[in-house]
T-cell receptor, first 112, second 113 residues
Framework: EAQVTQNPRYLITVTGKKLTVTCSQN?????MSWYRQDPGLGLRQIYYSMNVEVTDKGDVPEGYKVSRKEKRNFPLILESPSPNQTSLYFCASSLTPSGEAFFGQGTRLTVV | KNEVEQSPQNLTAQEGEFITINCSYSVGISALHWLQQHPGGGIVSLFMLSSGKKKHGRLIATINIQEKHSSLHITASHPRDSAVYIC???????????????FGKGTHLIIQP
C-alpha cells in the first residue's frame, strides 16, 4: 500500500529538549516536504527536498532542520523547541513539486 | 507569492444538498489540487487538475485558467462528506523561497442529517 508514515502522532515536550519527527514514504518519490498547520493560517511549508542530499528552506524554516540521506526518509528536527512551534505537522511526498501529494497522518506537537 | 482564497470559510448544509466550494488564486499556475481533511487530521488528495473538469463519484472539480478560479462540487451531500476542503496551487519555482504547493485556508463543511 502506498503510504507516508509519520511518527509520533502526538508529542508533548518541554522547551529546549531536542526532538525528531520521522517521515518515511514507500513510493520512491523524489520530492518530499514538511508543513505546519495552524488555525487561521492554513498549511505552510517548512522545508522541502527535491532528492537525496538536496534540501531547501520553505516559507517558515526558522527553528527547524531536515536531512535527506535516503530517498525514503525525511526527518524533521527541532534542535531547541519553543512554545511557538506548537502546531500540527505534516510530511508529504510526490513525484514532482506539482504532482499529486501523499500526506502522512500528522504529528500534533505541544511544546510547554 | 500566490494568494489563494477560498470561500466560504464555513458551510453548513442539509443532507442531499448540492455543495459548491470556491477557490481563486492571484498568479498563473500549472496545477491545482483539492484536498480533504477529516477530523483527526489526515489529509487526502481528491483531485489534481490543470484545465477543464474532473469527476470522481459525487465529487466534481472544475478550473477556469483565464479567470484563475476553481470550484469543487459535491452532489447529493452526505454527513460523511463533513470535512475541511483545502485548495492548493503550484505556480512553479520562482527562484527563491518555497518550491511547492501554496494552500488556501480551507472550507469547513458540515452536512447535517
Amino acid at each position: 500500500e502506498a503510504q507516508v508514515t509519520q511518527n509520533p502522532r502526538y508529542l508533548i515536550t518541554v522547551t529546549g529538549k531536542k526532538l525528531t519527527v520521522t517521515c518515511s514514504q514507500n513510493m520512491n518519490h523524489e520530492y518530499m516536504s514538511w508543513y505546519r498547520q495552524d488555525p487561521g493560517l492554513g498549511l505552510r511549508q517548512i522545508y522541502y527536498s527535491m532528492n537525496v542530499e538536496v534540501t531547501d528552506k520553505g516559507d517558515v524554516p526558522e527553528g527547524y532542520k531536515v536531512s535527506r540521506k535516503e530517498k525514503r526518509n525525511f526527518p524533521l528536527i527541532l534542535e531547541s523547541p519553543s512554545p511557538n512551534q506548537t502546531s500540527l505537522y505534516f510530511c508529504a511526498s510526490s513525484l514532482t513539486p506539482s504532482g499529486e501529494a501523499f500526506f502522512g497522518q500528522g504529528t500534533r506537537l505541544t511544546v510547554v | 507569492k500566490n494568494e489563494v482564497e477560498q470561500s466560504p470559510q464555513n458551510l453548513t448544509a442539509q443532507e442531499g444538498e448540492f455543495i459548491t466550494i470556491n477557490c481563486s488564486y492571484s498568479v498563473g499556475i500549472s496545477a491545482l489540487h483539492w484536498l480533504q481533511q477529516h477530523p483527526g487530521g489526515g489529509i487526502v488528495s481528491l483531485f489534481m487538475l490543470s484545465s477543464g473538469k474532473k469527476k470522481h463519484g459525487r465529487l466534481i472539480a472544475t478550473i477556469n485558467i483565464q479567470e484563475k478560479h476553481s470550484s469543487l462540487h459535491i452532489t447529493a451531500s452526505h454527513p460523511r462528506d463533513s470535512a475541511v476542503y483545502i485548495c492548493a496551487v503550484y505556480d512553479g519555482f520562482s527562484g527563491g523561497g518555497a518550491d511547492g504547493l501554496t494552500f488556501g485556508k480551507g472550507t469547513h463543511l458540515i452536512i447535517q442529517p
